[in-house]
Each structure stands twice: as C-alpha cells, then as structure tokens.
C-alpha cells in the first residue's frame, strides 16, 4: 500500500513542477534538468541512500542537494528540490523526478525504444531501424542500444510492454525444445 501511495504522490509533485515549468516556459530547461537529476542518482547509488536515512536531517539532505546542482540546474528545478526536502518527501525524490520524465515524454509523444544487439550497431543501422518504427510509433523514438553477446546474433526489441525477439539465442532455445520434445525418427 506504502508503493502505491508513494507513486500518487511522486506523480503529483511532479505533475505540480511540469505546470509550473510550462507556464514559466522553462519546460525544456526543467526536463534536462531531470534528466540530469536521474543520471546523477543512477550513478551514484548511495545518493539513494541518503535521501531513504532517517538518520540525516532534511536539513542536511537540502544542503546536499544545493551542492550538487547549485549551477548545473536552473532556479526552478533546485527550488523545487529544495522544497521536496523542505516537505520530507526526499525519500520519493528519485520517484519525482522519474515521473516528472515520463509526464513530459508522454505529452510530447516522446517514446523509449530498446534494442538489445549481439555487437555494437553503427548510426546507419540505428537510422533504419528508426525508420521501419515510425509507422507503428507515432512520435519521436529515442532508441537505447544494448550490447549483449550471448545473443549471438540478431536483436531483441523493447518497447512498453511489448518484446520482440529475432535473437539466434532464442532461436536455438527453440530447436533444443523442439528436438528434446519430438524425437524425430525413432523407428531406424
């Protein structure tokens, strides 16, 4: 019950900042600034931690905050911070901003799109494969590429919920099923 209430409650903080942002036209500015929050608390997993202590004050959590993007994020964006902090909502902060992020790609019709490959892909292969999704994805496609080896070959596409597997790995887990499940001619 705790999660459901926490993602109500991300989502209305950052339902809050994404109107405010728009009328203030800083939308785009707050949206990079977002997305910096979010790489920033990827990368550095005991930020997490920080914001979840009941251990350390709000106070200092805020004066944390206020250190890492004082200049890297417009006044708006670190006001808000402050005051998600301010609020004790900071255990949430990561679910703000995450919400904030997909509240802005869903308006603007901004869709992720995953492909794991079996190599690295140059730009020409990424443009097509841009190309053959634009009739089915009304929108801009940001495409994410994952190099995964055990693949072997081919690629395994993510979009929503959706996955489409051409990967020779599954392929091959196919045939092994196919021929532990029908021996094929027993009688010679």
């Given at each position: 019950?705790?999660?459901?209430?926490?993602?109500?409650?991300?989502?209305?903080?950052?339902?809050?900042?994404?109107?405010?942002?728009?009328?203030?036209?800083?939308?785009?500015?707050?949206?990079?600034?977002?997305?910096?929050?979010?790489?920033?608390?990827?990368?550095?997993?005991?930020?997490?931690?920080?914001?979840?202590?009941?251990?350390?004050?709000?106070?200092?959590?805020?004066?944390?905050?206020?250190?890492?993007?004082?200049?890297?994020?417009?006044?708006?964006?670190?006001?808000?911070?402050?005051?998600?902090?301010?609020?004790?909502?900071?255990?949430?902060?990561?679910?703000?901003?995450?919400?904030?992020?997909?509240?802005?790609?869903?308006?603007?019709?901004?869709?992720?799109?995953?492909?794991?490959?079996?190599?690295?892909?140059?730009?020409?292969?990424?443009?097509?494969?841009?190309?053959?999704?634009?009739?089915?994805?009304?929108?801009?496609i940001e495409l994410e590429v994952e190099?995964?080896?055990?693949?072997?070959?081919?690629?395994?596409?993510?979009?929503?919920?959706?996955?489409?597997?051409?990967?020779?790995?599954?392929?091959?887990?196919?045939?092994?099923?196919?021929?532990?499940?029908?021996?094929?001619?027993?009688q010679f």
């Amino acid at each position: 019950m705790k999660i459901i209430r926490h993602k109500v409650l991300a989502q209305r903080y950052a339902l809050a900042l994404y109107e405010i942002a728009d009328s203030s036209g800083l939308l785009e500015e707050v949206f990079e600034d977002m997305q910096l929050v979010d790489r920033v608390n990827i990368e550095n997993p005991e930020l997490k931690r920080v914001w979840i202590s009941p251990i350390i004050p709000p106070s200092k959590k805020r004066n944390i905050l206020i250190a890492l993007f004082k200049d890297k994020i417009n006044d708006i964006s670190l006001t808000f911070l402050t005051l998600v902090t301010d609020k004790a909502r900071e255990i949430i902060l990561h679910e703000i901003v995450l919400s904030f992020i997909e509240i802005y790609r869903q308006i603007h019709h901004i869709y992720e799109v995953r492909i794991k490959v079996a190599a690295p892909m140059n730009e020409e292969n990424k443009a097509r494969i841009i190309e053959k999704l634009k009739p089915v994805i009304k929108g801009t496609i940001e495409l994410e590429v994952e190099v995964d080896p055990r693949l072997i070959g081919g690629f395994q596409l993510f979009f929503d919920d959706y996955l489409y597997d051409a990967s020779l790995l599954k392929q091959l887990k196919e045939l092994k099923k196919e021929f532990s499940e029908n021996l094929f001619v027993t009688q010679f």
